[in-house]
């Protein structure tokens, strides 16, 4: 209890049967401070939560996203040189989840304090973070900033964890410095660059961002490293995005292709092209 932390539980841990100002000032009673300062202390934590004159009122007063915001103010008046937040948005609906994200993140560049963030939701985490460590099993497998995580994943698990993500059997056929020559499962044999360290006997997949895939109904209709037929098994719309699934022979699974353009001419059973360029393509190890 002496150490400089604090925490924001999910259900928010509010005592019903006091005011946000007693909740807010309940961690300062052996501070010892004057009233005058007690009640500084509170008013500048309502305030760093935008719930001003606030104080009278009881948990079951006030909405989900106001009694988040006094749990965030309660654990902030203590001053914590770290908040530890234990999916604090978890009981929210995605609308106001959403907008406390981005008031989340608003509150720790004011206070400059370092926010804990524990989260299974891939999107809240990279929306939030500058930094994001993805656990499996009590392990570490990668800490990256979300851009990095996204587009450079190490393994498979953070790969397919964080976003959609296409993987293909691959095998690497020769190595030269960080050249690595890579047959990939009916795309043929290619040239892809490899950073890490890597022998010819590892067992590797190649991953590909449905986002770096693009679809057409003519194979001469985009220039690509790669060209590719298929047909499309089944489309998902989600307003702003359209995911589609198309089938190749030879390959078990679908690959996931999705995009924000208007899919004329491409239809469910239909024919088409999926295009990708090698600088998109991921070398990733199996193990």
């Known amino acids: 209890n002496l150490r400089p932390t604090n925490m924001v539980f999910q259900n928010y841990a509010i005592f019903p049967h006091i005011n946000v100002k007693k909740n807010i000032e309940f961690g300062l009673r052996k501070e010892k401070l004057s009233k005058d300062a007690l009640d500084?202390?509170?008013?500048?934590?309502?305030?760093m939560v935008q719930l001003e004159g606030y104080e009278d009122r009881y948990s079951n007063q006030l909405s989900g996203g106001q009694r988040q915001r006094i749990a965030l103010a309660r654990a902030l008046v203590k001053q914590p040189k770290v908040l530890l937040l234990d999916e604090p948005l978890g009981a929210l609906d995605k609308k106001l989840r959403e907008e406390m994200q981005l008031e989340l993140r608003k509150l720790q560049r004011s206070v400059g304090i370092t926010f804990i963030f524990v989260t299974h939701d891939q999107e809240e985490a990279m929306t939030m973070s500058d930094r994001v460590a993805v656990m499996n099993k009590g392990k570490i497998l990668q800490i990256s900033p979300p851009r990095d995580l996204y587009n450079n994943p190490k393994n498979l698990f953070v790969g397919d964890f964080i976003g959609q993500i296409n993987f293909l059997e691959s095998e690497i056929k020769s190595i030269d410095s960080n050249n690595i020559n890579v047959l990939i499962n009916k795309l043929g044999e290619h040239t892809l660059t490899y950073s890490g360290n890597i022998n010819k006997e590892e067992s590797i997949v190649c991953a590909i961002r449905p986002e770096?895939?693009?679809?057409?109904?003519n194979p001469d209709q985009i220039k690509s490293d790669i060209t590719i037929k298929g047909k499309i098994a089944n489309t998902s719309f989600y307003?702003?995005?359209?995911?589609?699934?198309?089938?190749?022979?030879?390959?078990?699974?679908?690959?996931?292709?999705?995009?924000?353009?208007?899919?004329?001419?491409?239809?469910?059973?239909?024919?088409?092209?999926?295009?990708?360029?090698?600088?998109?393509?991921?070398?990733?190890?199996?193990?």
């Open 212 to 217: 770096t895939i693009q679809i057409g109904n």
């Open 239 to 287: 307003g702003n995005m359209t995911y589609i699934y198309v089938e190749i022979e030879g390959i078990a699974k679908t690959l996931m292709v999705s995009t924000s353009d208007a899919l004329e001419g491409l239809t469910y059973d239909s024919e088409c092209y999926i295009n990708i360029n090698l600088k998109d393509i991921r070398l990733i190890k199996k193990n």
């Open 40 to 47: 500084k202390r509170v008013k500048d934590a309502l305030r």
